[in-house]
């Protein structure tokens, strides 16, 4: 399988494994350098990004934000622009995918949910992928001296989220500059009330429960990440860049665009993968949603931006539900 794009991956789950466990020591230190760059202040000159921000409004006048998170940032993001944090600080609520903060500092909770990763049949991973991808697989994490074999006993979802986490590590973004975990950061410190829309057990179980053939797909796709850094690469930097530069359509259009070197078998299962991974989750988020507008409270909602913006997305959902959606963009 050729190299596929980084977007849905990246986009629209947190995958807390990918972006915390196995990077739990960076991830659980907040150094004093994260912390001033992510500081809002007056100052907007230090921030190049404009994101893009959707109000949604019911016939009562109550409001929710839609905000499109990334997983991981840059220095230049912050602090965010003041469309923004106006917003944000008008909302009584925070609604993120999963408080991964929380579950950071919860070692029993982590331990847990990264247990709907192994196999609980005696069976190990090389029973259930090909003996070659299985290879391919242990090089790349032997060196990075990531390999031990005990991983034999989890997943291929597993090994995918790890061998991402390890190649996100050299590329051009910092999973502690992340814009969900700003904000979680941001609404503990003002004890703004959080509420999460799935949890981590949630997505760790959805992962899990995909298909050998899907699981076998997302490891080869990670592989091919490994094998084409430089495209890998390039992608990541052209989606942080969309997602900074606020162009609706411009971003609709990449997370819309497909890989056409995939056989028709790969193309049915990255759609079986994409309806579970993006579509059913939107339908939830934007119930989620109309559910925060009967409830009279102002939240603001901060999901990955593939369930914010696009077709079938929460912004489109939403609109077609009857709701005013207005894209704010100062």
Same mark, same amino acid.
């Given at each position: ?115 709907? *990763?192994? $196999?609980?049949?005696? +069976?190990?991973?090389? /029973?259930? #992928?090909?003996?070659? &991808?299985?290879?391919?697989? =242990? ?62 057990? *949630?997505? $760790?179980?959805?992962? +899990?429960?995909?298909? /050998?053939? #899907?699981?076998?797909? &997302?490891?080869?796709?990670? =592989? ?64 989620y949603a109309e559910s925060a507008l009967s409830s009279g409270k102002t939240v603001f909602i901060c999901v990955g931006s593939a369930h914010i913006i696009g077709e079938g997305a929460m912004a489109d959902l939403l609109s077609e539900r009857g709701y005013k959606v207005e894209c704010i963009t100062q």
């Amino acid at each position: 399988m050729k190299f596929k794009k980084l977007s849905a991956w990246l986009l629209a789950i947190v995958m807390c494994f990918m972006l915390t466990a196995c990077q739990s020591d960076k991830s659980n230190l907040e150094t004093d350098e994260t912390e001033k760059i992510t500081t809002d202040s007056d100052d907007e000159k230090n921030s190049s990004a404009t994101p893009l921000l959707y109000r949604i409004t019911d016939n009562d006048g109550n409001t929710v934000w839609l905000f499109g998170s990334i997983h991981i940032g840059r220095k230049d993001y912050y602090p965010l622009p003041s469309y923004v944090t106006n917003a944000y600080d008008s909302a009584d609520t925070l609604a993120v995918e999963a408080d991964i903060v929380a579950f950071e500092k919860d070692t029993n909770l982590l331990m847990q949910a990264i247990t709907n *990763f192994i $196999y609980t049949d005696s +069976s190990t991973i090389k /029973d259930h #992928i090909p003996q070659e &991808l299985y290879n391919k697989a =242990v090089e790349i994490l032997k060196e990075y001296n990531s390999y031990v074999p005990e991983m034999d006993y989890y997943c291929p979802a597993f090994w995918s989220s790890t061998i991402e986490s390890l190649l996100l590590e050299e590329f051009d973004g910092d999973v502690n500059l992340g814009i969900d975990r700003h904000l979680i950061n941001k609404a503990y410190k003002s004890d703004k009330e959080i509420e999460e829309i799935e949890s981590v057990d *949630f997505q $760790y179980k959805m992962m +899990s429960e995909f298909s /050998d053939d #899907i699981q076998i797909m &997302l490891l080869k796709i990670s =592989v091919g990440m490994y094998e084409d850094k430089k495209a890998s690469s390039d992608d990541l930097e052209k989606m942080m860049d969309l997602w900074a530069d606020g162009d609706e359509a411009a971003f609709k259009a990449y997370l819309e665009k497909t890989d056409e070197n995939m056989t028709p078998e790969e193309k049915e299962l990255y759609k079986e993968y994409q309806q579970a991974m993006i579509s059913d989750r939107n339908l939830t988020m934007a119930d989620y949603a109309e559910s925060a507008l009967s409830s009279g409270k102002t939240v603001f909602i901060c999901v990955g931006s593939a369930h914010i913006i696009g077709e079938g997305a929460m912004a489109d959902l939403l609109s077609e539900r009857g709701y005013k959606v207005e894209c704010i963009t100062q």
